[in-house]
């Protein structure tokens, strides 16, 4: 029998929002005082829904006794998302089971969807348990067998990945005054960490965009469709329409958040700061979401939805931290970063990626595992404003950071620091009254005692453009100025406006007193005679061609309409003039020695060899200029070069033609050693060769008859080179001369001829024509 539910139901540590239930069902109990018979299993079958037939089942088993233990290891009361726990179902002896299965619920839902199962159980033993075919989010038996105790491990959800449904309950926020917080994305998308198919070229995150805003305004969450600023921001990376749909909300959103794109997607952090943006909350809008692109990519992201920063002790949120994994905007089908556009129709839900989406995706994991998170957000609180109704703090942090950090009047700068005196401030990074940092430096000039360290050598404060304070709460945060509109006349005087709008109101209640809208004179070709063309008005400064120091800016114009009259356009359609951008000071590198060389790359002839040194201390913006490996080549003995010989000849007549006698082979020598290389081997090899026995006397006579045949060939030959050869029927003339050799190494040939002198009556064609021989020469090796 399996354990009804008043016996195995355990919580895990309960989410304040989606408490869990882990379900354990025993079968096959023995004990002393108990006898169960076993029942055939039929597991096999298909569950007619997912995973429906298993806690069906165990409901219609009969009640047994409580000696079976479900632990988490550490008991906790509250889960730690994403953390890792050891689950342990185990029964005291002589109790025993035969089999089991596991599942992990969130609480209030029946398994019947695959939403239903949270978190994700690995296997420790695969000899004692195993996935269940027909249930993947369960564990069960490998092999039905006695056993008192068995282990896996359960890995608790990321708190991103709850669902975020519109039904689930949002507490009214009791919380008095506002909260400031500072929200900074790190982002750990990269091919180190990340490999299959990374995209080298233009990955990045896209600029983000959110807002803090009240829970009758839903950004986007799980379960829930894309709108187009969501769609927009998926596929494209384009927060615009976003930012839109934003504003459109009025007074269910306090403050917009936009942190600037990241190119490439993965940058240390010495290199570059990680994007951050400051936003407010209160009661009524005490809610975060934001989303970035993962780019290049389908319509995957990253985000959080309505992040509540409001406490049931009436009080703000200290500190969240929340590691992330893509998501699927379900606007678009690709499987792959770089696949082509397909649009999904219909739209489908949005929803988590997993490891088991698809073979071909990045994420792709066959044994469906977790995928590597990609992206880390840190929220802290920075400040608290008006009157706080929570009578005990949070904690000391709380208290500590409500008070303002005081101006050091001391310099803790060691005395064996030797700095130039500070730059000036530099401009502001924001023009707008969006929060930003200007930065001075100074320059390390010496370092009396290295054991001592130096402070930094750049230091930054925030700032907003002027006109915005972000001292007084009575102040209205206004938008940056939007374009200048034309000019109301395209020749002489005229007039043009621009406007910007409130993005924040005071938190005081009073009303905003600050223009938002501005008009100027403008004169756009002020002569307006035949012989003057029309222009354009001036674009904007370019930026500074100089990002310290002295520099350049230019601006231009077009000629709408040239002179009537048809003369030359006068009028200037360029303008260039200097800018100067804060001092330029050289941010000194701390270097190590160089190392010894490397050994050479190579054992023998040309190689290469390198030497490195690193920085001692990290540079706090922007790269060291000096370089940190250098490269030189290396040159060693020549490699030796080895003997290479041809192949071997046939092997040769045997030089008796009959008795004992012998044949020989030979070959050449195609390459000779140098360098040391192997010497050649040998160019001639004789064997013994017998080819019938000699009767008595024969032998001689044998070999008498062919040493006087060969003295003939050789007199014969003789005769031919030196005189007229005459053929029965004709007379010849002598051998023409030996022709050129046609190679000069490695084996050519030569020829000569003979040809008819005289052709008498009686001869036949056959025997009377010219002839010709071929010769080897040259055979040495190249």
């Known amino acids: 029998p399996r354990l009804s539910p008043s016996t195995h139901r355990q919580s895990l540590g309960l989410h304040p929002v989606l408490p869990l239930l882990l379900l354990g069902f025993v079968s096959s109990v023995a004990c002393d005082a108990f006898a169960f018979t076993e029942e055939p299993s039929d597991r096999a079958g298909r569950a007619d829904g997912y995973c429906s ?63 239903d199962y949270a ?49 689930r309950p949002l507490l009214e926020c009791c919380a008095c005054g506002t909260a400031k917080y500072r929200v900074t994305f790190y982002g750990n998308w990269s091919e180190k960490i990340h490999p299959k198919d990374y995209p080298r070229r233009a990955n990045h995150w896209s600029a983000i965009i959110g807002a803090s805003h009240s829970k009758n305004y839903v950004v986007w969450e799980y379960g829930g469709l894309a709108s187009e600023g969501v769609k927009q921001v998926a596929e494209l990376g384009s927060p615009v329409k976003m930012e839109e749909e934003i504003r459109q909300k009025g007074d269910e959103v306090l403050t917009v958040i936009k942190m600037k794109a990241q190119w490439p997607a993965w940058q240390p952090l010495n290199v570059r700061a990680a994007p951050s943006a400051e936003f407010s909350v209160d009661r009524t809008r005490h ?59 219909p739209q489908d839900k949005i ?10 995706s990045p994420f792709y994991d066959p044994e469906g595992g977790a995928i590597t998170l990609v992206a880390r957000v840190i929220i802290e609180r920075i400040a608290r404003k008006g009157e706080q109704c929570n009578i005990v703090p949070d904690n000391v942090d709380d208290i500590v950071a409500d008070i303002a950090q005081e101006e050091k009047d001391e310099d803790d700068t060691p005395e064996t620091c030797i700095y130039s005196n500070w730059s000036p401030w530099s401009a502001c990074s924001s023009a707008t009254c969006e929060k930003g940092k200007r930065m001075r430096q100074r320059m390390l000039k010496a370092q009396l005692d290295l054991s001592v360290p130096c402070p930094h050598t750049q230091d930054f404060e925030p700032c907003m453009g002027p006109g915005c304070s972000d001292e007084d709460s009575s102040t209205c945060m206004m938008s940056e100025w939007i374009t200048w509109s034309p000019c109301s006349m395209s020749c002489g005087m005229g007039t043009r406006s621009r406007e910007r709008y409130v993005k924040q109101f005071p938190d005081d209640g009073s009303v905003c007193t600050l223009p938002t809208e501005e008009t100027e004179n403008c004169a756009v070709n002020e002569e307006c005679s035949p012989s003057s063309c029309l222009v354009t008005e001036w674009g904007e400064w370019d930026l500074c061609s100089a990002t310290c120091g002295l520099g350049m800016k230019r601006r231009e114009r077009l000629v709408k309409t040239p002179p009537a009259d048809g003369s030359i356009c006068g009028a200037e359609v360029l303008e260039v003039e200097k800018c100067m951008m804060p001092e330029c000071h050289t941010i000194p590198c701390m270097l190590t020695l160089w190392s010894d060389w490397s050994d050479c790359s190579v054992t023998c002839g040309k190689g290469l060899r390198t030497r490195q040194r690193t920085l001692k201390s990290p540079v706090e913006l922007g790269e060291c200029s000096e370089e940190l490996e250098q490269v030189e080549k290396c040159m060693l003995p020549e ?43 040998e160019t001639i090899q004789r064997k013994k060769c017998k080819i019938r026995k000699c009767s008595r006397g024969q032998g001689i006579s044998d070999e008498k008859k062919w040493r006087r045949d060969q003295r003939e060939k050789r007199r014969s030959k003789q005769g031919n080179a030196e005189g007229t050869t005459d053929h029965p029927g004709c007379k010849m003339k002598p051998w023409s001369s030996w022709t050129e050799c046609t190679k000069m190494c490695g084996g050519g040939i030569q020829e000569r001829l003979m040809t008819v002198k005289q052709r008498f009556r009686t001869a036949q064609l056959s025997s009377c024509k010219d002839r010709k021989e071929i010769r080897a020469c040259n055979v040495h090796p190249c």
């Open 119 to 167: 978190g994700q159980f690995q296997i420790i033993d695969e000899e004692e348990t195993q996935f269940m075919t027909n249930c993947p989010p369960a564990v069960t038996e490998s092999t039905p067998r006695r056993r008192t105790n068995i282990q896996v491990f359960w890995t608790a959800p990321p708190k991103s990945l709850f669902g975020y449904a519109t039904d």
């Open 351 to 360: 929803r988590p990626l997993t490891s088991l989406d698809h073979p071909q």
């Open 53 to 115: 037939r298993i806690l069906r089942a165990q409901g219609s088993r009969k009640e047994s006794n409580n000696e079976f233990v479900l632990r988490v290891e550490g008991d906790p009361e509250n889960y730690q998302p994403g953390s890792t726990y050891r689950v342990t179902l185990a029964v005291s002896s002589p109790s025993y089971f035969r089999g089991f299965t596991l599942i992990a619920l969130k609480e209030g839902t029946e398994g019947e969807k695959e939403e």
């Open 287 to 345: 809610l975060m979401s934001f989303l970035t692109m993962l780019g290049p990519s389908p319509d995957w992201n990253v985000g959080l939805s309505a992040e509540d920063l409001c406490t049931k002790e009436c009080g703000w949120v200290q500190r969240v931290v929340q590691d992330m994994i893509p998501w699927d905007a379900g606007t678009d089908s690709g499987v792959s970063y770089e696949s082509p556009n397909k649009p999904t129709v």
């Open 639 to 681: 490699c030796p070069v080895h003997c290479v010989m041809s192949e071997w000849t046939e092997w040769s007549e045997c030089n008796k033609s009959c008795g004992k006698g012998h044949t020989i082979r030979t070959r050449m020598v195609v390459m000779e050693p140098q360098f040391g290389g192997d010497s050649c081997a």
